[in-house]
């Protein structure tokens, strides 16, 4: 179901479907509240995050940009 949802996303719709499949395998889903943190400024850039619903805001020093 992962790789689906990535192939209907403008950043992923010329992947190939194979491609897709490896990187859904890693694939996890997160259901984040207002206020939740999803990274911070300084992590590791370990994660892709694709926004299924909602917005996210960005902020730096907890002021929105």
Known sequence: KHDEILAQTSFFAATPSAVLQTIATSATTQQLQRGDVLFNEGDSPDALFV???????????????
């Not at 926004?51 to 940009?65: E, F, H, M, T, Y």
Request: proline share 7%.
């Open 51 to 65: 926004v299924l619903s909602g917005r996210i805001a960005i902020a730096v020093d907890n002021k929105p940009l």
